[in-house]
């Protein structure tokens, strides 16, 4: 069965200190690997896809990568306004294109 | 605006009485999808379109109908609700560059 799961379930850093997140995946024949961040009783915001092992992207603060088995989401030098709960998505081209959500990392920043 | 719009943004009903909440989105995307949030489950599909008169059920489709009989519009409809069915609720269009997500509807069934 396809799955995703993500670590940690929760994080605190401090201002400036980086730090990363994982999401890892079983899926048969993955056709992307997306990211989103979501801010509380609000939809989830597209950050990232990512489609094949080796692929990095970045935006801003935020950078994520792509092996066989896992993706990342590396914040370097977090600010407080980048306090959410960060999830992460995975794509089956096997599955009818079925898109599978993990249960998310909620991140906190202080100040 | 690119955008996918849902109404209402909060509803509070009582348990068998039809509700349908409205999505609409404005990019002619094909597919377009509706999940429910719960705390602890994380995002599950309820049904999902690829396109105009095709639709398909997700992870959790009992209670729930869809329709799809234009491209921007996918409402879905609860025809009897239930107060297990209290959740935040989220439409979304597109698919492989990402989603674009609704603001949610947050129903609550008494």
């Known amino acids: 069965e396809d799955q995703v799961t993500q670590s940690p379930e929760a994080l605190r850093l401090q201002e400036g200190e980086s730090s990363s997140l994982n999401c890892s995946y079983t899926?048969?024949?993955?056709?992307?690997l997306f990211w989103y961040r979501q801010d509380p009783g609000k939809g989830p915001e597209f950050l990232f896809t990512?489609?094949?092992a080796g692929e990095e992207k970045e935006k801003e603060r935020l950078k994520a990568t792509l092996t066989k088995k896992e993706s990342f989401l590396h914040i370097t030098a977090p600010k407080p306004e980048d306090s959410a709960t960060y999830l992460c998505a995975s794509c089956s081209m096997n599955r009818d294109d079925k898109i599978i959500f993990g249960k998310g990392t909620r991140l906190h920043i202080l100040p | 605006e690119a955008q996918v719009t849902q109404n209402p943004r909060y509803l509070i009903t009582v348990t068998g009485k039809k509700l349908t909440v409205t999505c609409s989105q404005n990019?002619?995307?094909?597919?377009m999808s509706w999940y429910r949030q719960d705390p602890g489950l994380g995002l599950r599909q309820i049904y999902y379109s690829m396109n105009v008169e095709v639709t398909d059920k997700g992870d959790v489709p009992e209670g729930y109908k869809v329709s799809r009989k234009e491209k921007r519009n996918f409402p879905l409809i609860l025809e009897s609700p239930s107060p297990n069915q209290t959740s935040l609720y989220f439409c979304a269009s597109g698919r492989d560059a990402g989603y674009t997500f609704g603001s949610g509807t947050r129903l609550t069934v008494v």
């Open positions: 899926v048969s024949g993955l056709r992307g």
């Open positions: 990019m002619n995307h094909e597919y």
């Open positions: 990512l489609y094949s």
